[in-house]
């Protein structure tokens, strides 16, 4: 835990009590702060009672003595309407703050020096905040990871000298943390999200511009409009900019050929690592996760051989185009993280050929959008509520079963690929939430591991003993 000491013995108002908010409560009084905390649901508040957390409905308590206000980033601060809670604190003049901002206040006020990489972007936030994780700790550094990615920021390790912070951070934080200041700063791209909660995509571009614009050396993606405006802007106020692109030259920043990084610096440019056969980080999306992974690093300090030999042995993010087990010439990907067509794109584009397992509860505009990738489709195992309406779409274009559940699934498309006898990957990508069949989509990829590592003959590339 980081205790908040910034606030030792001054009052402070939090809304927000689910994981993360009772985490950052407990660090509040950790630190000494007098803590008056509220949800909208009594059990979260009976919860926090019981565990010495100062309770109080906020609508009854003394506003102006407030020191600050922390709301919790699933709270809407502005749209579609502000929360009541931020009402009351406006109209009180209260400072209103999330977990990230407290934690960069820690930072400042004991380690301010200790490096600090705070990652954003629509797309492949995870995925490049867990691979800078892994580099800096396969390198012996030591490293914590947290925010947005599933832990609680105030649950890590102190701030300290020599002690790796790596945060990612969704929108919803960087809107709650105006000094966030890190070492390196990752912006990796700009498309249309959250706009319920941010209004307009321009204001949804502003919040991501803050995390870079902070920071001492910014890493941005430049193949969308919005983020190369961004970069030109922030560089002109004098921020150092490294570039980064999965599908243009850059003349400082690194760059994509294909699987190959180049590194430009200085008007030259050279090799950095070439991607070819690290199955983690296959297609041209993971080129651009590991170009800001690379100069993410540099700018920490990070030896370009400790960085590479981190890229080659990087596991994958669990259920995202994770490689989890082989047969013969057959690898078996979880990607069961892609709930929608959108995000199953990237591992559809990522292979040749593909024995596809899709469907579950479907989204908005099933998978019409994915008729480009269907070329690279032998066979699709549809299962879930989907699998009549993604018949429909696949038609006569690509052969498809009606599976019905993952098990029969998996071992249908197994066998299927098997008796192919040319280099194939059996892939879960359901294109679907879970919620007909499964709790989430971290059960579904669970689930698919298990029927997996149940089939003859298969090397399993992970452990499935520690719910791999």
């Given at each position: 835990m ?148 599933g ?56 919040i ?24 030109d ?58 170009a ?26 669990k ?9 013969g ?8 993280k892609?709930?929608?067509a ?22 908005e ?104």
């Amino acid at each position: 835990m980081i205790p908040v000491t910034t606030f030792k013995d001054r009052k402070v108002a939090l809304f927000g009590l689910g994981g993360s908010g009772l985490a950052t409560a407990k660090a509040l009084v950790a630190g000494g702060a007098v803590v008056v905390a509220w949800d909208d649901n009594p059990d979260s508040v009976a919860k926090a009672a019981g565990e010495g957390i100062g309770t109080a409905d906020l609508r009854t308590i003394d506003w102006p003595a407030m020191a600050a206000f922390v709301l919790s980033p699933g709270v809407p601060l502005t749209h579609p309407k502000p929360h009541w809670s931020v009402d009351l604190a406006r109209a009180a003049g209260v400072e209103i703050i999330g977990d990230v901002e407290l934690f960069v206040r820690e930072r400042r006020a004991h380690a301010p020096y200790c490096p600090f990489i705070a990652i954003t972007g629509t797309n492949g936030k995870s995925t490049t905040t867990a691979l800078i994780a892994h580099i800096l700790k396969s390198s012996g550094r030591d490293t914590q990871l947290g925010g947005n990615i599933g832990t609680a920021i105030l649950t890590l390790d102190p701030p300290k000298a020599e002690r790796y912070f790596v945060v990612e951070c969704s929108s919803y934080q960087i809107d709650l943390a105006p000094t966030l200041n890190p070492t390196a700063g990752i912006l990796l791209n700009l498309t249309p999200d959250h706009l319920d909660r941010h209004g307009t995509m321009q204001h949804y571009a502003d919040i991501k511009e803050r995390l870079v614009a902070g920071s001492a050396t910014a890493v941005i993606g430049v193949d969308d409009s919005y983020s190369a405006l961004i970069a030109d802007r922030i560089e002109r106020a004098g921020v150092p900019v490294r570039r980064i692109s999965k599908r243009n030259v850059t003349a400082e920043g690194l760059y994509a050929e294909g699987s190959r990084i180049i590194e430009a610096h200085g008007g030259t440019s050279s090799l950095f690592i070439d991607l070819d056969g690290i199955q983690t980080l296959k297609g041209g999306h993971n080129a651009q996760n590991a170009a800001a992974a690379i100069a993410a690093c540099l700018a920490v300090g990070v030896s370009a051989e400790d960085i590479r030999a981190g890229l080659k042995s990087f596991p994958g993010l669990k259920h995202r185009m994770q490689p989890v087990g082989r047969r013969g010439h057959v690898v078996f990907v979880n990607d069961s993280k892609a709930t929608n067509a959108d995000a199953a794109a990237p591992a559809l584009s990522s292979y040749d050929r593909i024995y596809w397992i899709a469907g579950g509860l479907p989204k908005e505009g099933g998978i019409a959008s994915l008729a480009p990738l269907f070329p690279r489709i032998v066979k699709a195992y549809l299962i879930g509520e989907a699998a009549p309406a993604f018949a429909a779409t696949l038609g006569e274009t690509v052969s498809y079963e009606i599976s019905g559940t993952l098990e029969r699934a998996v071992a249908h498309a197994a066998a299927d690929a098997e008796s192919n006898g040319e280099a194939s990957a059996v892939m879960l990508s359901p294109a679907c939430a879970s919620f007909d069949q499964y709790k989430n989509f971290e059960v579904r990829g669970d689930a698919f591991v298990k029927h997996v590592a149940g089939l003859d003959g298969v090397t399993m590339l992970i452990e499935t003993g520690k719910g791999n």
